[in-house]
């Protein structure tokens, strides 16, 4: 029999036999991932001590809240803003109402699409702002609650009204009085927020929805019906459906909204509570009929002709997504003149035309026809009287009535 | 016999092994582990630090944080959310019980039987990384659809009157049901259990088998003494990959589930997010981590293996 006769090994290629003989070739062992474990949870253990001291704790800003306005010598305003809040050419590169104001004053514009969500943009600049420091952002866009919240932790700075001369005399009148910025001393309204009914015509299969009764009491429906998961959005239509006002109602009233959604959560009658996903979810026809913003419903309308949206009797709720110039930007008054910019009627009925929320820019109506004479006409971008007497306000909260109705709201939506 | 001669060589330590190394080489690993353990330390240790002071701390957002060891927030968290703890451990669990029953015979495949195709399979295999997690989360939405094929089939076999029976599904549709949950979970946590075990099985020598067959084992009785125990670092380490993310995830509940699917990562979100309950949210997280660290710990120990690579 011919013999195998191994090549002498180098030291190195004997070392690794030896090893791998002794523990396979895996450097981890289930005894060492156990020792390592142990040995983790020894020295977290050990940190804990040091938790007690030296973490600063989140809080409202001390000192003052403007920086230095760097307007005159540097000409640029940092802008941030929900993805698809902009117009856009042709091409999908240029913002022609941001290019015409550059042209126009000089100030470059650095336009930032990073907000996608309230709660996860706030957990985003938290830490500068209530640490005092510059979020390098010039204009910020937060929804009506939020920017109620970073009022009250005096977060955001007072505008100066002597720049905003068109914003001052073309707000329209729903927008100027909300309760958390009387006469918009800190805010100014990017775009109006309706939240509407929606529904699948083909879904619906011939089941009428006038209302949001009809959402959570229809037996046709069950299963097949949304709401949102933006708590004063669901809570808002569910206040008015009860007959009460979402600008004036006590915490049994809030009770019992929830009552009667936790009713159609344990029959099955709700599917689920939704952010954005809904848009699908209501074009494929697995949502018949969901809480809807009207925004969303003209773009889907205009792609899927089964899908249309219903404004209840008992009203429908209008929020804002509203300018704010947070503490220590660099560019205030550069800001300032690119707000009062977008309210001077054209810009507005250029930026209406493209992206179908409520304008809350008085007389853009007869400018925006020039335009687009179907927008003009369209009452959830321009509401006419009729619109405008049906819609409701969500009042705001204070800090512990946030905290107590979102809780319940989330027990609510299963956590 | 010639098989005798293929013994390994004797394993007496070599000369230059044990020859004392220079001062400066004895500094070297401990150089090249810095970066590593910097990044550690800043990715990891700071954050559980902070993360371990902000769940003894009360406060608001308005008047701020301060530690006051208020340790009753574990003890509220856990008796206000036990629930969705144990949903979580329950769907983490069905989901790697799965990802096993599906990845093994595919890992097995690939190893043995899938000669020049390996690579193709493997590629096959990673290629669904190459899109976002939230896209393919998303993909299963339209799968799984009300009116679509595959839910108009399971409907047609009666399948889903079964799963309904058994709490899975509700009515005659998946999604928003924990079924669609599990799927999810499932679909995208299977690549993490193919893998590795694919290494082990791999390393496997396929002569063990031919001896296994010449002491006339039966394929299947081959499987069961030979290939599974020497897959079992394997399986340990693939259900543990497996495990440990689905049992903290909240996309798939979130896009898939429903009120009655949430699942503890759903439940940490909204704490930390949209209550800004900070300690109560931190307070979760240490939790769960403690409580996967045990069951890792006591399923490492019961598991009788000692590699897990």
């Not at chain 1, 925004?295 to 404004?311: E, N, Y």
Request: proline share 6%; glycine share 8%; with cysteine.
């Amino acid at each position: 029999m011919e013999q195998y006769e191994p090549d002498r090994l180098s030291p190195a290629q004997m070392a690794a036999i030896r090893r791998s003989y002794r523990n396979g070739r895996a450097a981890l062992t289930r005894r060492s991932l156990l020792r390592a474990s142990a040995g983790g949870a020894l020295t977290l253990g050990g940190l804990g001590a040091l938790s007690a001291c030296g973490i600063p704790a989140a809080g409202k800003t001390e000192g003052g809240t403007s920086a230095e306005d760097h307007s005159a010598k540097e000409k640029t305003v940092s802008f941030s803003n929900w993805t698809e809040y902009m117009d856009v050419d042709d091409s999908g590169r240029h913002h022609p109402t941001l290019e015409a104001f550059t042209e126009r004053t000089g100030i470059k514009v650095k336009y930032t699409e990073d907000i996608n969500d309230n709660n996860e943009f706030f957990g985003k600049i938290k830490p500068q702002l209530s640490a005092g420091q510059d979020t390098g952002r010039d204009i910020i866009v937060l929804t009506d609650w939020l920017a109620a919240r970073l009022i009250r932790l005096g977060w955001v700075q007072k505008l100066d009204p002597s720049n905003l001369p068109h914003a001052y005399s073309n707000l329209s009148p729903q927008f100027r009085n909300p309760d958390w910025d009387p006469g918009r001393a800190y805010s100014y309204p990017w775009q109006g927020i309706s939240t509407v009914i929606a529904y699948n015509k083909k879904a619906l299969d011939g089941t009428e929805v006038k209302s949001v009764s009809d959402l959570l009491d229809n037996p046709r429906l069950k299963g097949r019906v949304g709401f949102l998961t933006e708590m004063r959005d669901t809570m808002g239509m569910t206040l008015l459906d009860m007959g009460k006002d979402p600008a004036r109602f006590t915490d049994d009233d809030f009770d019992a909204a929830v009552a009667r959604l936790q009713k159609g959560v344990d029959k099955g009658q709700i599917r689920r509570f939704t952010g954005n996903d809904y848009t699908s979810d209501l074009t494929k026809g697995d949502l018949a009929a969901c809480l809807a913003w009207a925004g969303d419903v003209v773009q889907l309308k205009a792609d899927s002709p089964d899908v249309d949206f219903v404004i209840p009797d008992s009203g429908y709720l209008t929020s804002s997504d509203n300018m704010c110039v947070p503490n220590k930007a660099r560019h205030k008054t550069n800001a300032e003149r690119l707000m009062d910019y977008y309210y001077e009627p054209p810009v507005a009925a250029q930026l209406a035309a493209y992206i179908n929320y409520v304008c809350p820019v008085d007389g853009v109506k007869t400018e925006l026809a020039k335009i687009d004479e179907d927008a003009a006409s369209n009452p959830l971008i321009v509401p006419d009287k009729a619109m405008q007497a049906k819609s409701h306000a969500f009042r705001s909260l204070s800090a512990e009535e946030e905290t107590a109705y979102e809780t319940k709201f989330a027990k609510l939506t299963g956590a | 016999m010639a098989t005798l001669t293929e013994a390994p060589p004797p394993l007496t330590p070599t000369a230059a092994e044990t020859k004392p190394p220079r001062r400066r080489g004895r500094l070297t690993p401990y150089l090249l582990l810095l970066p590593g353990l910097l990044w550690l330390f800043v990715f990891f240790a700071l954050p559980m630090i902070y993360q371990a002071s902000t769940s003894v701390q009360t406060g608001s957002l308005e008047e701020g944080y301060k530690v006051t060891w208020h340790f009753a927030t574990y003890w509220n968290a856990l008796s206000e959310y036990w629930p969705q703890f144990l949903r979580s451990l329950a769907y983490a669990a069905s989901a790697t019980v799965l990802c096993l029953l599906l990845g093994y015979p595919l890992a097995y495949l690939i190893a043995f039987r899938a000669g020049r195709w390996k690579n193709l399979v493997m590629i096959l295999v990673i290629a669904p990384f190459f899109t976002s997690f939230l896209i393919r989360t998303l993909a299963w939405k339209t799968i799984l659809a009300d009116g679509g094929p595959v839910v108009g089939a399971l409907n047609s076999l009666h399948v889903l009157d079964v799963t309904s029976w058994l709490g899975w599904t509700s009515g005659d549709r998946v999604l928003a049901t924990p079924l669609a949950v599990v799927c999810g979970l499932t679909y995208n946590f299977l690549p993490f259990m193919i893998l590795p075990l694919y290494t082990s099985l791999e390393r496997i020598d396929g002569r063990l088998h031919e001896a296994a067959g010449d002491l006339y084992a039966k394929p299947w009785t081959t499987f069961r003494k030979v290939t599974f125990p020497l897959s079992m670092p394997g399986v340990v380490s693939g259900t543990l990959l497996t495990f440990i993310p689905a049992s903290g995830d909240y996309v798939n509940a979130e896009l898939l589930g429903s009120t009655d699917t949430r699942m503890i990562g759903n439940v940490i979100q909204t704490q930390f997010l949209r209550i800004l309950d900070y300690p109560t949210a931190a307070a979760l997280s240490f939790i769960l981590m403690a409580g996967i660290l045990i069951m890792v710990t006591v399923y490492i120990r019961r598991s009788g293996t000692e590699d897990l690579v």
